[in-house]
């Protein structure tokens, strides 16, 4: 079957680490440009980084840079995202999303819809 499956969420406190995975089923996430998004409640959904097809080129976006790391495991047909020094802001369900098409460029600007999505894992930053 075709599908991607976040993991990797829970419970953490604040200042804490969690590596979050986005495994993918029946397609090669190697051919495909990857975003991690997140949405909190009574907020619009955030895309917080990207990959690219390819190059692997990564972006993120400024409330997550210098403490999130997104990167491929191949072998595994895998994305990960490590997520340290968490902040409870970062409380939300995160999403990956996949697609052949797309390169990573600005964040968080409207673009074409993505090819397939993940149901998400939620993480919760609280003491």
């Known amino acids: 079957q075709v599908q991607l499956v976040e993991s990797g969420g829970g419970l953490v406190q604040p200042g804490g680490s969690l590596r979050l995975s986005c495994a993918a089923s029946?397609?090669?996430?190697?051919?495909?440009?990857v975003t991690w998004f997140r949405q909190a409640p009574g907020k619009q959904r955030e895309a917080v980084s990207c990959?690219?097809?390819?190059?692997?080129?990564?972006r993120y976006s400024d409330s997550v840079k210098g403490r999130f790391t997104i990167s491929r495991d191949n072998a595994k047909n895998t994305i990960h995202l490590q997520m340290n020094s968490l902040k409870p802001e970062d409380t939300a369900v995160y999403y990956c999303?996949?697609?052949?098409?797309?390169?990573?460029?600005?964040?968080?600007?409207?673009?074409?819809?993505?090819?397939?999505w993940g149901r998400g894992t939620p993480v919760t930053v609280s003491s």
């Open positions: 029946g397609f090669a996430l190697d051919d495909y440009t």
């Open positions: 999303a996949a697609d052949d098409y797309r390169l990573c460029g600005e964040l968080n600007v409207p673009t074409l819809p993505y090819e397939y």
């Open positions: 990959i690219n097809r390819g190059d692997d080129n990564i």
